[in-house]
């Protein structure tokens, strides 16, 4: 996991992180036609991210943004990993889910100086992660 051992709230550090982007495709769209269901199979899924796929690969959940997360990594390698990961637990949650109501995500991976404290993460290389993900289609990852 990331070390916020070095990270505090009151003395933001420059790091060379990889902030990964997790969007999901067409949200709008699903909480509309079910919410509830929408929700739960989101938050099971950020649960996953959390439990299983974060530990595994040493990242750190900064934000959950009801429909995307941001997540950091000491590097690019468990940064991938991470994301390979959580595509194929979503690809498993989607199993016997009509297809107009599967997930679908997209993700944005960028390498780069951040500002970071123990709560979030800032600078440039954030807004390239977040508009690397917009140009990712259903089921892609885009790293730069």
């Not at 649960?47 to 690969?57: F, G, I, Q, R």
């Not at 750190?60 to 690019?76: I, W, Y």
């Not at 390698?77 to 595509?87: E, G, H, M, S």
């Not at 404290?117 to 289609?137: E, I, K, P, Q, S």
């Amino acid at each position: 996991m990331v070390s916020n051992d070095v990270l505090s709230t009151t003395h933001p550090a420059r790091v060379i992180r990889t902030v990964l982007m997790v969007d999901m495709v067409e949200s709008v769209r699903l909480m509309e036609e079910d919410e509830n269901d929408t929700v739960q199979r989101w938050l099971r899924l950020v649960k996953h991210v959390e439990n299983a796929v974060l530990p595994v690969n040493g990242g750190r959940l900064v934000k959950s943004q009801g429909d995307g997360l941001m997540l950091e990594f000491q590097s690019v390698r468990p940064a991938l990993q991470a994301a390979f990961a959580i595509q194929h637990a979503c690809a498993e949650a989607n199993a016997g889910v009509a297809p107009q109501r599967q997930m679908h995500l997209r993700m944005g991976a960028q390498v780069g100086e951040l500002i970071a404290d123990a709560r979030d993460v800032y600078g440039h290389d954030v807004n390239l992660a977040a508009r690397l993900t917009t140009l990712a289609g259903p089921g892609e990852i885009v790293v730069s």
